[in-house]
Nanobody, 114 residues
Framework: QVQLVESGGGLVQAGGSLRLSCEASRGADRIDLMGWYRQAPGKSRDLVARISKSGNTNYANSVKGRFAISRDDSNNMVTLQLSSLKPEDTAVYYC????????WGQGTQVTVSS
C-alpha cells in the first residue's frame, strides 16, 4: 500500500503563489503516475496536473501556464507550484499516485482571497 503525505497549502491573496508537496512511502518504487486533483465545495474532483515516471506532464486547461508539476523520484516526491492564483483555484487539493491502482493523500486546503 502506497501512503501519501501532503504539505503546503493555506491562504493566499489573488495573484500570489503557493507550493504543494506530496511524499510517497511504502511501495513508492511501484508508482508510475503521480499528480494532483482538486475539489471545490459542491463540485466534482477534477484533475489539475499529472506527471509520468518518464516526466511527461498534463495540465488542466484552467491552470496551464500558471501551475507547474515536478517529480523527484529519489525522494519519492511530487511538487505542484501554484502561481498567479485566482479565487476560483480555491479547493481541497489531493495528491494521487498510480501503482496498479490509485492511492490518495488526505487533501490540503488552498484558499485564494480576492
Amino acid at each position: 500500500q502506497v501512503q501519501l503525505v501532503e504539505s503546503g497549502g493555506g491562504l493566499v491573496q489573488a495573484g500570489g503563489s503557493l507550493r504543494l508537496s506530496c511524499e510517497a512511502s511504502r511501495g513508492a518504487d511501484r508508482i508510475d503516475l503521480m499528480g494532483w486533483y482538486r475539489q471545490a465545495p459542491g463540485k466534482s474532483r477534477d484533475l489539475v496536473a499529472r506527471i509520468s515516471k518518464s516526466g511527461n506532464t498534463n495540465y488542466a486547461n484552467s491552470v496551464k501556464g500558471r501551475f507547474a508539476i515536478s517529480r523527484d523520484d529519489s525522494n519519492n516526491m511530487v511538487t505542484l507550484q501554484l502561481s498567479s492564483l485566482k479565487p476560483e483555484d480555491t479547493a481541497v487539493y489531493y495528491c494521487f499516485a498510480f501503482a496498479g491502482k490509485y492511492f490518495w493523500g488526505q487533501g490540503t486546503q488552498v484558499t485564494v482571497s480576492s
